[in-house]
């Protein structure tokens, strides 16, 4: 499902032009490369723009897409090292965010920390890539990360209605498995396998419904009714206990309330001492780490 409807009432709503692209990608990537003193600055300005490149440039889906509707979010790559030339270890931060209908505000959809973001890269060397072949473990892991990103955002829109690119994220996944790192469907449950593996799970569907109706039930119409919308996201969270029960300990939901934490502290702040309480009681259980903050709501 596009996301036609929501911008075209927000276009006209802040008088935005809809000249037409294809690309559905605008990321903003970053790298780091202190950790590595003796790499040249022209070499990571280079990889920057060939990465940039590869994701915003690319056509990713069959559905054109207008300037404000483009995807935004965040690559930010930390190189830990260089084991030999043009070879790197790496991290990758990736922040995904979705704007809320009628306001200037973007949620955080998702925000993932890849350890193992480990790549060959040779200045000037194309990126070649391939949906059905493993050609280089840099274009694999960012075609995976760009069907995720655009399953999440299409879930969020639209129910269940990011399904085949979760679908081409799993495949890819499998596809690079042989490469190992983070690729790996055993020993490590944070890795991207693992992320995949959640979005890809039967037991993670009320989850993945859950999240279209946080976002198109609750946020974009919490300006309009702020009570009702609290009263979906109480029923979304209710749900995701029995997600919790079936799936524990779930990378998917973790970096759901990573993303979430603080715009769920804020929705709730001004709730009724009800709505407030049975929010707080939910919050603890599922994301125990931030137990204190969430009680923080009740003082």
């Known amino acids: 499902m596009k996301r036609v409807i929501l911008f075209l009432l927000s276009g006209i709503l802040y008088g935005y032009s809809f000249q037409s692209f294809s690309q559905e990608f605008m990321i903003n990537v970053t790298i780091d490369a202190t950790q590595i003193p003796d790499m040249q600055p022209s070499v990571t ?54 704007p809320v209908y009628g306001t200037s505000y973007e949620t955080i959809l998702i925000n993932f920390f890849d350890k193992n973001f480990n790549f060959d890269l040779q200045v000037g060397q194309p990126l070649n890539y391939n949906d059905n072949t493993f050609t280089s473990n840099l274009t694999a892991m960012i075609a995976f990360y760009a069907n995720v990103m655009l399953a999440l955002d299409y879930d969020s829109f639209g129910k269940l209605s990011g399904q085949q690119y979760v679908e081409k994220a799993y495949s890819i996944a499998n596809i690079s498995v042989e490469a190992g790192g983070g690729w790996l469907t055993s020993g490590d449950p944070n890795n991207r396998f693992a992320l995949i593996d959640n979005l890809n799970s039967q037991l993670m569907l009320p989850f993945r419904e859950n999240f279209y109706s946080y976002h198109r039930l609750a946020l974009d119409t919490y300006l309009k009714d702020p009570v009702a919308s609290r009263a979906k996201i109480i029923d979304m969270l209710t749900a995701t206990k029995g997600v919790v029960k079936l799936k524990p300990y779930s990378i998917l939901i973790r970096s759901f309330f990573l993303a979430k934490r603080d715009e769920l502290i804020n929705i709730f702040r001004d709730a009724n001492t009800e709505q407030k309480t049975a929010a707080v009681n939910l919050l603890r259980e599922l994301d125990p780490l931030n137990s204190e903050k969430y009680g923080n709501l009740l003082k």
Not at 45 to 54: C, E, N, P, S, W
């Open 45 to 98: 300005t280079d990889m920057k723009q060939a990465i940039t490149r590869f994701i915003n440039d690319r056509k990713w889906t069959n559905d054109d897409y207008q300037q404000n509707e483009k995807i935004r979010g965040n690559f930010a790559i930390s190189l830990t090292g260089q084991p030999s030339p043009y070879n790197y270890n790496a991290t990758l931060q990736v922040q995904l965010t979705r």
